[in-house]
């Protein structure tokens, strides 16, 4: 009797080429739809998992910069990656600014402004971003009060009394330096000038630093500083401060008398530096960008270090933060208006 032999189906393996086909098409099906943070990171792990960016919108040497280095560092160390510094001077930091809001919202850029930005709006009406709907508000960094400093030979007063005795006696002999039309330095100077009936000619740099040069130079006489900036010249010799626009004296300046001390009670104006997002950045980036940032500020390395620049680290984040910069818009403008200040 014949049998039959007996099959066996086995089935027939794909070729690779077809194999390799499939997991990339499934590959790229499990990419639409990911976040920017997936994208950004892909298989090399949690943020960050690669150098950060954060702009800075003036030159090295002002007080942005000042603040945003040693922060930088702090970050670096504790969060094992590098936090890069790109300096985006021009326009009063309106330049750095737009740059920055179209930055991608991948995590990986960040920008640092200042009071500067709340100012911006109100001094130049063509902005090609938006402070308060463009980024997400991170953390205030630091503030410190603005510094009435003084080239010692340009000025050789030892006072704000005898500067503004200096100054009604001769209008318009002495000039001031500022980082920029429309900064916190320029409408300081016109708010100086407007509460004391005084004139002073304003000059206006591409940023603090270039500004502080060129008055430690003697090119400029004066400015009206962000402390932070002007603090290791004041302690070095290089220049005068005069007095603090504040109502009390600053960490780490207590040999420097306040405004009010110095007879111009009503001049109070501070410089405060602080920490955005591109709109769009994932929200648990940024929630773990401002853990970073309350831990690096409030470590022992950073407070010695803000209290050597006379600041102070105020408890502000995330939307209370926005909330502040939205108030100082409008403050600003008040002060813009009342002063008549102008682009020069």
């Known amino acids: 009797m014949r049998t039959h032999p007996t099959w066996t189906f086995r089935p027939r393996r794909a070729p690779r080429r077809a194999l390799a086909t499939f997991a990339a098409?499934?590959?790229?099906?499990?990419?639409?739809?990911?976040?920017?943070?997936?994208?950004?990171?892909?298989?090399?792990?949690?943020?960050?998992?690669?150098?950060?960016?954060?702009?800075?919108p003036f030159p090295a040497g002002g007080g942005t910069d000042a603040f945003a280095r040693p922060l930088t560092a702090v970050l670096s160390k504790n969060l094992g990656r590098q936090f890069l510094i790109d300096n985006k001077g021009g326009a009063g930091g309106t330049v750095g600014a737009g740059v920055a809001a179209k930055a991608a919202p991948d995590g990986y850029t960040f920008f640092m402004g200042a009071v500067h930005h709340a100012i911006a709006p109100s001094m130049y009406p063509k902005l090609d971003y938006n402070i308060e709907t463009d980024f997400i508000p991170v953390g205030l960094v630091a503030s410190v009060p603005q510094v009435i400093v003084v080239n010692p030979k340009n000025v050789p007063v030892t006072d704000l009394k005898g500067l503004l005795d200096f100054v009604r006696k001769n209008p318009g002999k002495l000039n001031y330096g500022s980082a920029g039309n429309g900064t916190s330095h320029h409408l300081a100077g016109e708010l100086f000038k407007l509460q004391t009936k005084t004139f002073i000619t304003h000059i206006p740099y591409r940023g603090a630093g270039p500004a502080l040069q060129d008055l430690i130079a003697g090119q400029v006489d004066?400015?009206?500083?962000?402390?932070?900036?002007?603090?290791?010249?004041?302690?070095?010799?290089?220049?005068?401060?005069?007095?603090?626009?504040?109502?009390?004296?600053?960490?780490?300046?207590?040999?420097?008398?306040?405004?009010?001390?110095?007879?111009?009670?009503?001049?109070?104006?501070?410089?405060?530096?602080?920490?955005?997002?591109?709109?769009?950045?994932?929200?648990?980036?940024?929630?773990?960008?401002?853990?970073?940032l309350t831990k690096a500020l409030t470590s022992d390395e950073l407070v010695?270090?803000?209290?050597?620049?006379?600041?102070?680290?105020?408890?502000?984040?995330?939307?209370?933060?926005?909330?502040?910069?939205?108030?100082?818009?409008?403050?600003?403008?008040?002060?813009?208006?009342?002063?008549?200040?102008?682009?020069?």
């Open 304 to 344: 010695k270090t803000w209290n050597g620049l006379g600041a102070e680290t105020p408890n502000l984040y995330g939307d209370a933060y926005g909330k502040f910069v939205s108030s100082e818009v409008k403050r600003w403008a008040e002060v813009v208006k009342g002063s008549g200040a102008k682009l020069d």
């Open 222 to 292: 004066m400015m009206f500083d962000g402390l932070g900036s002007s603090a290791a010249h004041i302690k070095g010799g290089r220049i005068k401060a005069l007095a603090t626009a504040s109502e009390k004296r600053a960490p780490g300046f207590a040999d420097v008398p306040t405004s009010i001390e110095a007879g111009v009670p009503t001049y109070q104006v501070a410089t405060w530096y602080g920490l955005w997002a591109p709109k769009g950045t994932p929200k648990d980036v940024t929630d773990k960008m401002q853990a970073e």
């Open 25 to 56: 098409a499934a590959g790229i099906a499990g990419l639409i739809g990911a976040s920017p943070l997936a994208l950004a990171q892909g298989s090399q792990g949690a943020w960050p998992s690669k150098p950060v960016t954060i702009v800075v």
